[in-house]
């Protein structure tokens, strides 16, 4: 307990003493979840609980390039505006010692249980993936999402099967037909025909009647290896088709597909899928990973993800590190099935914001206000392009047909400064292209072509005296602002 409350301290300390400059930081959000100060990654336990929407997500207020040790803590009523409250979980026993990692949350009889991964690696010479490192599943209840109880350990090494490398976290709980269910994302050992070591991605689901007891259920590791690892899956029906989502690891680039260092997309689960044929990408864009979903209390399926990416230090990086904090969570979306596929809008929430529709003088329009809403309609697949920044230094999204592409490089052929090293993306609806809604929120751009079909996710790092937008190559279009 005193490691716990010591642990805050100094995470508030740190928030405290780096108030001033993290509050002037021109890309500071309006909308979206940020670290407090530090570093932010993945979101975990999104649930509402007695009304209130809670978000914790991966937080290292001590150091802006991660290393994690804490779940971060937020509330909302709307989803949009955010109270941020003091760290919830942090490494104070030994199970966790290198880590809380990511989690998730059960609501159930006016209480809650959060499941996470407590990581342990131990110093030495070690490769941390068959040796050197504990995944231990643990549990803590609360009354209030604030404080929490003792930690409880509900798996172990000793728990996951013969075949799975040391690489097991990310629990994702739910109910069903009286059970609980637990889903793990994992690395299986694997030889290739050559007898070459070629890990595969997978998942293990475990099964309770009490939350406490678990015992496995279903291992699912694809045939053939799509990636060496999965994190952060996740497991729920739209309408009546059950959906996986996961971030496999490993998968290599061809053209339009996987274009990130890592992936995050969803299969639907049916016997004997082959993710190779089922995956879909979530998102296009260059910062988009680790999404969670859970249900609000209307039956909503609401999903927000980690608007980053882990390991991009050799390609890009996010400008506000200078001003002491980097990333934040994508807008909070919802998912609704149509057409063998899922659509991801932003929550209906921000149709209630108090937008102020402006006109664009020759289609320019230099956007004073933080946040930006620019829906595009009519299209019909015609060349269309809109231009954040200037032509030293912006991003360019243009689409045509059914195809659509965010580059950040500028006529001079070099990637433009507001990218931090962002260079093209591109992806693709199924029909030609109709409709685009772009939502700007200082640092964060999220464009959904298509009321959702296919959605872009990028970081943006314009000065305040930089943010223009130009629609010229555009026909039908409303900007409004806040
Ligand atoms: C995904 C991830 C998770 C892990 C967490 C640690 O970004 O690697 O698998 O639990 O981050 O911060």
Redesign the pocket.
Known sequence: MEKTLQNIQKATAEEERMEGTVKNCPFRTKFHIMPPVGWL??PNGLCQFRGIYHAYF?YSPLNVNGG?GYWGHCTSTDMLHWEYKEPVLTTDIPEDRS?V??GSALIEDDRMYLFY?GNVKMPGDYDYIDNGRISTQILVESDDGQRMSEKVKLLGMEDYPEDITQHV??PKVWKEGGKYYMVL?ARARSRDENGKRRDKGGVLIYESEDKRNWKLYRELVPEKAFGYMW??PDIFSLKDKRVISY?PQGLETQNEKFQNIYQSGYSFLTQDADPEKTFREWDMGFDF??PQSFEADDGRRIMIG?AGM?DTADTHRNLSVDNGWQHCLSIPCELEYRDGKIFRMPVREIYGLEWKEVSAENGKLQWNGKTMKLNVSGIGGEKTVIRLGNRENGMRITTEGNKAELSFFNENGFPSRCGGGRGKRSGRTEGRIEDILVLIDSSIVEIFLNGGETVFTTRIYLENNEREIDMSACKNYKIEII
């Open positions: 990654n993945d991966q994690g880590g990692y990511s991964t976290r990310d994302g994190e952060c971030c990973y680790a980690w882990p």
